[in-house]
């Protein structure tokens, strides 16, 4: 096949793409693709910094001519097993015991904002991928379904863990899955609180690609060889989708006003398992 070796393909700078905190941006010139890694720190988890970042990165592609060439996004990871696992919990429970809802909107905001970047692809042509290398919960896979060309590999698992502390996934779960598998199917992953398997989520069409363990990388310069040829009808259809069934900013904000009240009328209880759960993240980054 015309991508076997991807391992050692040398990574051409050629692009004067700005420095980030948390995102790594590298660009490959022969495949108008641009990787977007990220590694948020101190947690692997939608830290303000890495959702402001992926806000500016898309901007850039958007209005900056010298980016003009970049036909396809590709986010990843740059941390071993963990795509991304969700919100930023720990934001959330102090945003909850301050009773801030404006600071909860804020970040909700914030998040709609960056996913709907993603979801439209800049209002240009370039195909947003995802390419989920390792554990993608919560907030992670909000995003990463709010992708065009969603990629995962065997070993992934994803899930909404929300429900298990009494909350729900407020900026897209549902309206992005609805749209992909239908509303029961879409109301069940959420309220179950399980992880699926990648295996189980292609099974169910939210995974477009699956890919081998390790072969994550090789299977996006594969789709972009499939898509390039062609690029017209499926960008065009991709269009028309959008068109008669889209996911809107009202949508998304009503849902996330909701989640910010649910958010609130949360207890103690809740808040020391969301409190548990920053652990885990912190032991996973360690």
Same mark, same amino acid.
């Given at each position: 096949?015309?991508?076997?070796?991807?391992?050692?393909?040398?990574?051409?700078?050629?692009?004067?793409?700005?420095?980030?905190?948390?995102?790594?941006?590298?660009?490959?010139?022969?495949?108008?693709?641009?990787?977007?890694?990220?590694?948020?720190?101190?947690?692997?988890?939608?830290?303000?910094?890495?959702?402001?970042?992926?806000?500016?990165?898309?901007?850039?592609?958007?209005?900056?001519?010298?980016?003009?060439?970049?036909?396809?996004?590709?986010? %990843?990871?740059?941390?071993?097993?963990?795509?991304? /696992?969700?919100?930023?919990?720990?934001?959330?429970?102090?945003?909850?015991?301050?009773?801030?809802?404006?600071?909860?909107?804020?970040?909700?905001?914030?998040?709609?904002? %960056? $996913? /709907?970047?993603?979801?439209?692809?800049?209002?240009?042509?370039?195909?947003?991928?995802?390419?989920?290398?390792?554990?993608?919960?919560?907030?992670?896979?909000?995003?990463?379904?709010?992708?065009?060309?969603?990629?995962?590999?065997?070993?992934?698992?994803?899930? $909404?863990?929300?429900?298990?502390?009494?909350?729900?996934?407020?900026?897209?779960?549902?309206?992005?899955?609805?749209?992909?598998?239908?509303?029961?199917?879409?109301?069940?992953?959420?309220?179950?609180?399980?992880?699926?398997?990648?295996?189980? $989520?292609?099974?169910?069409?939210?995974?477009?690609?699956?890919?081998?363990?390790?072969?994550?990388?090789?299977?996006?310069?594969?789709?972009?060889?499939?898509?390039?040829?062609?690029?017209?009808?499926?960008?065009?259809?991709?269009?028309?989708? $959008?068109?008669?069934?889209?996911?809107?900013?009202?949508?998304?904000?009503?849902?996330?006003?909701?989640?910010?009240?649910?958010?609130?009328? /949360?207890?103690?209880?809740? /808040?020391?398992?969301?409190?548990?759960?920053?652990?885990?993240?912190?032991?996973?980054?360690?």
């Amino acid at each position: 096949m015309e991508h076997q070796s991807k391992s050692n393909l040398k990574i051409a700078q050629s692009k004067p793409f700005q420095a980030y905190q948390t995102l790594d941006i590298q660009y490959e010139d022969e495949y108008g693709l641009a990787w977007y890694y990220m590694h948020p720190k101190p947690r692997p988890c939608c830290t303000p910094e890495l959702v402001h970042e992926i806000k500016d990165w898309f901007h850039a592609l958007k209005h900056s001519p010298e980016y003009r060439d970049v036909r396809y996004v590709a986010l %990843a990871s740059n941390m071993p097993n963990v795509f991304n /696992l969700g919100g930023d919990l720990n934001l959330v429970i102090q945003l909850i015991r301050d009773n801030d809802r404006q600071g909860l909107q804020s970040y909700a905001t914030a998040c709609i904002d %960056a $996913m /709907l970047l993603n979801y439209c692809g800049t209002g240009t042509d370039i195909t947003t991928i995802s390419l989920i290398q390792g554990d993608a919960l919560g907030g992670g896979m909000e995003y990463a379904i709010s992708s065009h060309v969603l990629i995962a590999e065997r070993n992934a698992k994803m899930g $909404m863990p929300e429900i298990l502390f009494n909350l729900f996934p407020g900026v897209g779960a549902y309206s992005f899955l609805s749209r992909k598998v239908g509303p029961n199917k879409a109301e069940e992953i959420i309220v179950s609180g399980r992880l699926y398997s990648a295996e189980e $989520m292609y099974q169910l069409g939210i995974v477009d690609v699956l890919a081998g363990s390790g072969e994550g990388r090789k299977a996006v310069y594969d789709y972009i060889a499939r898509e390039d040829r062609s690029s017209n009808g499926l960008r065009s259809f991709r269009q028309a989708k $959008m068109c008669t069934n889209p996911v809107t900013r009202k949508e998304l904000s009503d849902v996330a006003d909701i989640w910010a009240d649910a958010a609130l009328r /949360l207890g103690d209880k809740e /808040l020391r398992m969301m409190g548990r759960l920053v652990k885990r993240q912190t032991e996973k980054s360690q």
